[in-house]
């Protein structure tokens, strides 16, 4: 199983990203996604969590700015961030708990992160 997280980049603040996070390999089922941030220095930052049936919850630092979404039918979870500041600027990670068969309890896995870049 991998998670593949994409579209970071260099935006300019006032400015918009939309990062994608696709799960393949043997899944049988997804349960809660999310998206977390580490800027440097500083720990991993909680950032939006999605259940399998939409509901959505997000950290007081991006509610109103950013919003989490996601595609069961291509395991993808996706995070919209609007109005970017230069604090934004971290390493985003995807997580999403998943089973790889009926047999087999839920796991947690991570993506290997895209970086995020505001320039002020």
């Known amino acids: 199983v991998q998670l593949q997280a994409s579209g970071g980049g260099l935006v300019q603040a006032g400015g918009s990203l939309r990062l994608p996070c696709a799960a393949s390999?043997?899944?049988?089922?997804?349960?809660?996604m999310g998206w977390y941030r580490q800027a440097p220095g500083k720990q991993r930052e909680l950032l939006a969590t999605i259940t399998r049936d939409g509901l959505t919850n997000y950290a007081d630092s991006v509610k109103g700015r950013f919003t989490i979404s996601r595609d069961n039918a291509k395991n993808t979870v996706y995070l919209q961030m609007n109005s970017l500041q230069p604090e934004d600027t971290a390493v985003y990670y995807c997580?999403?708990?998943?089973?790889?068969?009926?047999?087999?309890?839920?796991?947690?896995?991570w993506g290997q992160g895209t970086q995020v870049t505001v320039s002020s």
């Open positions: 390999g043997s899944i049988f089922r997804i349960n809660d």
């Open positions: 997580n999403a708990d998943l089973r790889t068969s009926a047999t087999i309890g839920y796991r947690n896995y």
